[in-house]
């Protein structure tokens, strides 16, 4: 028993240290370069990329030590099999998605959990929880785009920027945020002008709604966030919505919050997905991860009509698309 507790402890400890190490091994290019140029010595890496080399050779070292990404030979380091196939899997084109989210975005939370619980505020870094949302909303393209086939809207408007979705769709395109460096951002990755962008806040519909032909689709990944003072408040949207939006469609990609009851039946990613999804999102609360009869209640009532729920094969997340009017 005691062998099984020090193992409990150190690889908990590892998998943290890890964690961090991969993010910011990322972050610093080393993994697309390796994927790009491997193998290569530790003075090539830290020469190309401008790194310490002893700190390089340090956290190369103790990620080969506990993780099988890396392989070293006397060519320098490269990228083990296993290796390609997680850097295919959470890679968008250069970007590599290594914990962008729970380790970038929410390391200033992590650091000051201990404030919060002495009643502090803690905020996370946007900016990098916005480029986690990017590298995995690929993911999310297939679904997306099977609806808008489906459907065939007179436009397409995307609440919330950071997926690059709208590249991947055809016709018009909208993107709206309140945010004009989140905008910026998305129409430099799209470099695509049929795309339009509106910079608005989507709580006041009518200051952006008005112009916008009938028989379009509104859709996000955002709606856990537009719930974070209750899902009431995206109820009161949805009938403004409805109210401004004539003839539209919404659909919302969201994780439903996962009943403890269904534990034993649920992939291991899935359920430790799904914990820290709402851990992150309730605990600074930026967020509120609803179960899934909540989301199917929320836009199957009052101004609208529930089509669809459907899983997108993707960690648990599932479309969730409705009429309004």
């Known amino acids: ?26 972050q610093a290019g080393v993994f697309t370069l390796l994927r790009r140029d491997g193998p290569l010595t530790t003075p090539e890496i830290a020469g190309r990329l401008a790194l310490s080399e002893s700190v390089l050779q ?3 070292d103790y990620v080969h030590g506990v993780d099988d990404l890396l392989v070293r030979s006397e060519l320098g380091w490269g990228v083990s099999a296993f290796g390609v196939t997680v850097l295919e899997r959470y890679g968008r084109g250069e970007r590599i998605n290594f ?12 650091e000051g ?15 990098a929880a916005a480029e986690g949302v990017y590298k995995v909303g690929a993911r999310f393209a297939p679904g997306v785009q099977a609806i808008v086939q489906e459907l065939r809207p007179s ?6 920027v950071t997926t690059g979705l709208l590249e991947d769709l055809p016709g018009a395109r909208i993107g709206l945020d309140r945010s004009r460096r989140a905008l910026d951002q998305a129409d430099r990755r799209a470099a695509d002008p049929a795309i339009s962008w509106i910079e608005a806040d989507v709580f ?23 719930a974070a003072q209750g899902a009431h408040r995206v109820a009161k949207l949805l009938d403004e919505l409805a109210d401004h939006l004539d003839g539209w469609s919404v659909l919302a990609l969201e994780q439903p919050r996962l009943p ?21 999102h309730h605990l600074i609360g930026n967020g509120r991860i609803l179960p899934h009869h909540e989301w199917t209640e929320l836009f199957g009532a009052s101004s609208r009509t529930l089509i669809s729920a459907q899983p997108l094969g993707y960690l648990g997340y599932h479309a969730y698309l409705a009429r309004l009017g």
């Open 1 to 26: 028993m005691s062998r099984e507790a020090e193992h409990w402890f150190h690889q908990r400890a590892a998998f943290y240290v890890e964690a961090q190490l991969l993010f910011h091994l990322s």
């Open 58 to 60: 340090a956290v190369l």
């Open 99 to 110: 914990f962008d989210v729970r380790v970038g975005g929410y390391g200033p939370v992590w």
């Open 113 to 127: 959990v201990g404030r919060m619980l002495r009643g502090e505020q803690v905020s996370r870094h946007g900016q």
């Open 155 to 160: 436009a397409v408007l995307e609440v919330g």
């Open 204 to 226: 006041d519909p009518a200051s952006w709604a008005a112009n916008l032909p009938a028989g379009g689709l509104l859709f996000s990944v955002h709606f856990h966030e537009l």
């Open 260 to 280: 403890e009851a269904d534990r034993g039946r649920i992939d291991d990613a899935d359920w430790l997905y799904a914990q820290a999804n709402v851990l992150i």
